[in-house]
């Protein structure tokens, strides 16, 4: 058995790492403006990453895996494709692609299964071709492998609120629109990015906000017919795309939540009936995250919980690893801040393969 993971807790045995090669800063698209913040140094600016900073995110990378590995995981790598090639569909056109540094953000793995997710900006349409090799080789060598691939969006122009192209917008109105529910894409049609879901077991728990709207959701729910899906939402983000920044599980009953986006009250009941506590995170070491990134500085919380002891935590940040160590849990420093840009810390650069352990029910009362 090759593929095998159910939470993102259990004891990490095979895991499949990003690369930065020759990743692309896309050109400006519905999904994409809405989510770069407007004050960013990134604003108008497109094309190919210096191979400078290429280089430097890739030695991060390599020496990630090798950290891994020395700690007895298989480690497998994508195969970037690519990414100056513009995409162009019946449909849309972009004019580049992004590139494979985030798999977090495209496969699901879900027990023996690994989803290709709808994926919901244009430059991230082919991005699951840089993962196929591997999910090839998975299937071709474990006759359990479910290879799952969600209907390929439209992504017209009806997918997305026109609202959020403004170029100020601000973030009073911002958080506003995040309270109503009111994100950039509508609900023409199903949408989701994978590192919107976090897996419990039994129970799949999936933010609603940018990336994945409530037909993505509902399609999740039709597609693990033995789950049950839970909408979430985070209304201290003004920028809400995924929730590995926000959310964080580290073992059965624990979960460390963005203080600045806390889980409302009335959605906490799940956890709350089930003993589960829910815990704020601590502060960023930075104020500002590195250049020409896209996510926040609560990269912080974006760890990688390697089983119910050990967790990766990026190496400058040291109020998180402080508070994890408090916790009873054991860090490992990983030096990633220099690859942030490239598309996310530690839980968006990997996507599991195998994890130990089975399909649990960690809320039994529901
Ligand atoms: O806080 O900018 C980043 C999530 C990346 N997967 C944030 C969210």
Same mark, same amino acid.
């Given at each position: 058995?090759?593929?095998?993971?159910?939470?993102?807790?259990?004891?990490?045995?095979?895991?499949?790492?990003?690369?930065?090669?020759?990743?692309?800063?896309?050109?400006?698209?519905?999904?994409?403006?809405?989510?770069?913040?407007?004050?960013?140094?990134?604003?108008?600016?497109?094309?190919?990453?210096?191979?400078?900073?290429?280089?430097?995110a890739?030695?991060?990378?390599?020496?990630?895996?090798?950290?891994?590995?020395?700690?007895?995981?298989?480690?497998d790598?994508?195969?970037?494709?690519?990414?100056?090639?513009?995409?162009?569909?019946?449909?849309?056109?972009?004019?580049?692609?992004?590139?494979?540094?985030?798999?977090?953000?495209?496969?699901?793995?879900?027990?023996?299964?690994?989803?290709e997710?709808?994926?919901?900006?244009?430059?991230?349409?082919?991005?699951?071709?840089?993962?196929?090799?591997?999910?090839?080789?998975?299937?071709?060598?474990?006759?359990?492998?479910?290879?799952?691939?969600?209907?390929?969006?439209?992504?017209?122009?009806?997918?997305?609120y026109?609202?959020?192209?403004?170029?100020?917008?601000?973030?009073?109105? #911002? $958080?506003?629109?995040?309270?109503? +529910?009111? %994100?950039?894409?509508?609900?023409? !049609?199903?949408?989701?990015? =994978?590192?919107?879901?976090?897996?419990?077991?039994k129970?799949?728990?999936?933010?609603?906000?940018?990336?994945?709207?409530?037909?993505?959701?509902?399609?999740l729910?039709?597609?693990?017919?033995?789950?049950?899906?839970?909408?979430?939402?985070?209304?201290?983000?003004?920028?809400?795309?995924?929730?590995?920044?926000?959310?964080?599980?580290?073992?059965?009953?624990?979960?460390?939540?963005?203080?600045?986006? #806390? $889980?409302?009250?009335?959605?906490? +009941?799940? %956890?709350n009936?089930?003993?589960? !506590?829910?815990?704020?995170? =601590?502060?960023?070491?930075?104020?500002?995250?590195?250049?020409?990134?896209?996510?926040?500085?609560?990269?912080?919380?974006?760890?990688?919980?390697?089983?119910?002891?050990?967790?990766?935590?990026?190496k400058?940040?040291?109020?998180?690893?402080?508070?994890?160590?408090?916790?009873?849990?054991?860090?490992?420093?990983?030096?990633?801040?220099?690859?942030?840009?490239?598309?996310?810390?530690?839980?968006?650069?990997?996507?599991?393969?195998?994890?130990?352990?089975?399909?649990?029910?960690?809320?039994?009362?529901?």
């Amino acid at each position: 058995m090759i593929v095998n993971s159910w939470n993102e807790w259990d004891p990490l045995k095979h895991v499949i790492v990003g690369k930065a090669d020759n990743c692309h800063i896309p050109a400006p698209e519905p999904a994409l403006d809405a989510k770069v913040p407007e004050d960013s140094d990134m604003k108008g600016s497109w094309g190919r990453r210096t191979q400078e900073t290429i280089d430097r995110a890739n030695e991060l990378l390599d020496n990630f895996s090798r950290q891994l590995e020395n700690l007895g995981i298989v480690v497998d790598r994508p195969t970037p494709i690519d990414f100056s090639q513009p995409i162009k569909t019946p449909d849309f056109k972009a004019e580049s692609q992004f590139g494979c540094m985030p798999p977090r953000d495209v496969l699901l793995t879900v027990g023996s299964e690994i989803l290709e997710a709808t994926m919901s900006y244009r430059c991230r349409w082919f991005e699951y071709l840089c993962y196929r090799p591997l999910l090839q080789k998975y299937w071709e060598n474990d006759s359990n492998f479910r290879h799952e691939s969600a209907p390929k969006p439209r992504l017209t122009d009806k997918d997305y609120y026109p609202d959020y192209l403004s170029e100020k917008i601000g973030d009073t109105k #911002r $958080l506003e629109w995040a309270a109503k +529910k009111f %994100f950039v894409t509508t609900e023409e !049609e199903p949408l989701f990015d =994978a590192a919107d879901i976090l897996r419990f077991g039994k129970d799949l728990v999936v933010q609603h906000g940018f990336t994945t709207n409530c037909k993505g959701i509902e399609w999740l729910n039709r597609h693990f017919p033995n789950h049950r899906v839970h909408t979430v939402n985070f209304p201290g983000d003004p920028y809400p795309i995924h929730i590995d920044a926000t959310f964080t599980p580290l073992r059965p009953g624990l979960i460390l939540n963005n203080p600045n986006r #806390r $889980l409302p009250q009335e959605q906490r +009941k799940l %956890f709350n009936d089930n003993d589960w !506590e829910i815990v704020d995170s =601590a502060q960023p070491a930075h104020n500002s995250p590195p250049p020409l990134c896209y996510s926040s500085t609560w990269l912080s919380m974006n760890v990688l919980v390697l089983d119910h002891k050990t967790v990766c935590v990026e190496k400058s940040e040291v109020y998180q690893a402080e508070q994890i160590d408090a916790l009873g849990m054991n860090v490992i420093e990983v030096d990633l801040r220099d690859a942030y840009a490239f598309g996310g810390g530690l839980h968006c650069c990997t996507a599991d393969v195998y994890r130990e352990g089975n399909c649990q029910d960690y809320f039994p009362k529901q």
